[in-house]
């Protein structure tokens, strides 16, 4: 089901998000319903408060695959990289934002279940925007020129 996406302004979007300690339908229904969202927007990730619900649980849609991260924590990086951005939250804006170029994660999956991953380029910059997400960070407190784009 596609849930309605916050736009900025919204109090959520500025929480610290607590962590999920139940890995039960619940959470698979919330996981489902961003997924649908994602989709249907078109975007390259989705964190968990933008559909309101403030929790450590974000999607990343990129060339290297679909990934669900639950209570995910950069424990490493690595480089820089400068490049544009946008936000689903942030509706026909984009800025320039330096990220590393290279982070290893560490987090659940929707079973609960422990890994870790490296991601680099595009795909460390999507992981990087969606963790922000989760403490009530936005690219645009990082982005040099917010400009105006057309959707
Ligand atoms: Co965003």
Redesign the pocket.
């Known amino acids: 089901m596609i849930r309605e996406i916050v736009q900025v302004g919204d109090s959520v979007l500025r929480e610290k998000c607590k962590p999920v300690t139940r890995f039960d339908a619940e959470l698979f229904k919330l996981l489902d319903d961003m997924k649908d969202t994602l989709k249907d927007a078109e975007?390259a990730?989705?964190?968990a408060p933008?559909v309101g619900v403030p929790v450590r649980a974000v999607q990343v849609d990129v060339e290297e695959g679909f990934f669900e991260f639950i209570n995910p924590v950069i424990v490493s990086q690595k480089g820089e990289q400068s490049g544009p951005?946008?936000?689903?939250?942030?509706r026909g804006k984009a800025g320039t934002v330096v990220r590393p170029d290279r982070v290893k994660i560490v987090f659940q999956d929707r079973n609960g279940d422990k890994y870790s991953l490296v991601a680099r380029g595009f795909f460390a910059r999507a992981v990087c925007?969606?963790l922000?997400?989760l403490d009530g960070v936005?690219?645009t407190d990082k982005a040099t020129d917010i400009h105006s784009v057309e959707e």
């Open positions: 975007g990730g989705l964190a933008q951005e946008g936000c689903l939250s942030v925007h969606e922000d997400h936005l690219y």
